[in-house]
């Protein structure tokens, strides 16, 4: 059980990982004197997490038919910085996650991988939110005579 150390140096190893050389382990032979340590952190690297957002930038810009550069001075930020985040070599800040979802108009849970819908969607008949119109709430009937006007707009529509 390791109850703290004091780092004396780090030894850069192989891509993600590293090497610590520990002064006084606790509860550990206290003869070893230094004690070498080593993790692995590419549980933080951009293996993981970040390759969602990476994949889904790319998909989105493609679909678009934006280039790098667009985007780049969109976000006033460099072209490489943003080939960066396509890439998974960045991981673009809080702020730059919500600017790309506004750019691309979708939601930030979207570029996160939270979610698979790229618009979320709110069902009429089982209001989850407050439903608001000029800044008032709907009524429940406001809200069954809103999804009976669409339904039957629809009818009329198909019918064509």
């Not at 960066?84 to 849970?109: C, H, I, N």
Request: charged residues 25%.
């Amino acid at each position: 059980v390791w109850i703290g150390c004091v780092v004396t140096s780090i030894v850069p190893k192989t891509a993600g990982v590293a090497s610590f050389f520990c002064r006084k382990p606790h509860k550990i032979n206290k003869n070893l004197g230094y004690v070498f340590k080593t993790f692995d952190n590419t549980a933080n690297s951009n293996k993981g997490g970040n390759m969602m957002i990476s994949k889904r930038l790319s998909e989105l810009r493609k679909r678009k038919q934006w280039s790098l550069q667009y985007i780049a001075d969109q976000l006033n930020i460099a072209k490489s910085t943003y080939a960066g985040y396509e890439s998974g070599y960045r991981q673009p800040s809080l702020e730059a996650v919500k600017e790309l979802a506004t750019l691309f108009g979708t939601t930030t849970d979207y570029l996160l991988g939270t979610t698979d819908e790229e618009q979320p969607s709110i069902e009429l008949t089982r209001p989850t939110v407050r439903l608001t119109v000029d800044g008032e709430p709907l009524t429940e009937d406001e809200i069954i005579q809103l999804i009976a006007f669409i339904r039957a707009k629809r009818d009329i529509e198909n019918k064509k």
